[in-house]
């Protein structure tokens, strides 16, 4: 079966420094991957999507990127935090055949930019 | 471009009581998928349900329910007799067929279940 893992479950991070979340998927091929960010209060902004190793598409341009160096690694990055960046940040991954799939949800990641 | 309304923000329901979750979207395609996902206070989204939008049947599943209605452009559920560990942040969901944009959420309603 399809497993899903993400870490850390919670990080501190001072404004200015760097970040890198990352995200695997297991037992499952060519996966669609996603890093959506949850603002307390608010709903699932989507950040960035995959289809396929160097092709990401990003939906929100901020001091945030990602890249998927292997088929089923997904990696949220930034060089500069900022306090804004607080927030649940969560990964996802659906099969590839459009938009019937349903997506499964990592653990997500709780980030407090201090 | 695909939009999702929950308007209901927090609900509060005392344990046995139904309660609906309203849904309400935008799409100019005619072919389309809804979904509902579940995030307890774990934080995980857990799936509940997808309809495509050639299938307006209502759906049971135990004490969960959707009526989805074309019509009025809504994708509601229901809670039937709920429990203590109902409570959680619901999202409703959109994909477009011809989009090239993965699933929007909707801004979720948060259920509170009262003993």
């Known amino acids: 079966s399809q497993t899903i893992h993400q870490w850390p479950a919670t990080l501190v991070q001072p404004v200015g420094s760097p970040l890198s979340l990352e995200c695997t998927v297991e037992?499952?091929?060519?996966?669609?991957l996603y890093w959506y960010r949850q603002a307390a209060g608010r709903g699932l902004q989507l950040l960035f999507y995959?289809?396929?190793?160097?092709?990401i598409s990003s939906e929100v341009p901020q001091n945030l990127s990602a890249s998927r160096p292997q088929d089923r690694q997904f990696i949220l990055s930034s060089k500069k935090l900022l306090l804004s960046d607080s927030g649940f940040y969560l990964c996802?991954?659906?099969?590839?055949?459009?938009?019937?799939?349903?997506?499964?949800f990592g653990s997500g990641t709780q980030l407090s930019v201090l | 471009a695909q939009k999702v309304t929950q308007a209901q923000t927090e609900i509060s329901v005392v344990e046995k009581e139904d309660v609906t979750l309203d849904c309400v979207y935008e799409?100019?395609?005619?072919?389309?998928?809804l979904f509902w996902y579940k995030q307890p206070p774990s934080g995980e989204l857990v799936f509940l349900i997808r309809?495509?939008?050639?299938?307006?049947q209502n759906e049971i599943s135990g004490r969960y329910s959707w009526n989805f209605q074309k019509s009025t452009s809504s994708f509601n559920f229901t809670i039937t007799a709920s429990q203590v560990v109902d409570s959680a942040v619901y999202f409703c969901?959109?994909?477009?067929?011809?989009?090239?944009?993965?699933?929007?959420f909707g801004k979720g309603t948060r259920l509170s279940v009262i003993a």
């Open positions: 969901a959109l994909s477009e067929a011809s989009g090239n944009t993965p699933l929007v």
């Open positions: 995959s289809i396929g190793i160097d092709q």
């Open positions: 309809r495509n939008s050639f299938d307006e």
């Open positions: 996802a991954w659906s099969g590839d055949r459009g938009a019937e799939e349903k997506l499964f």
């Open positions: 799409t100019r395609d005619t072919t389309y998928y």
């Open positions: 037992g499952t091929s060519n996966p669609n």
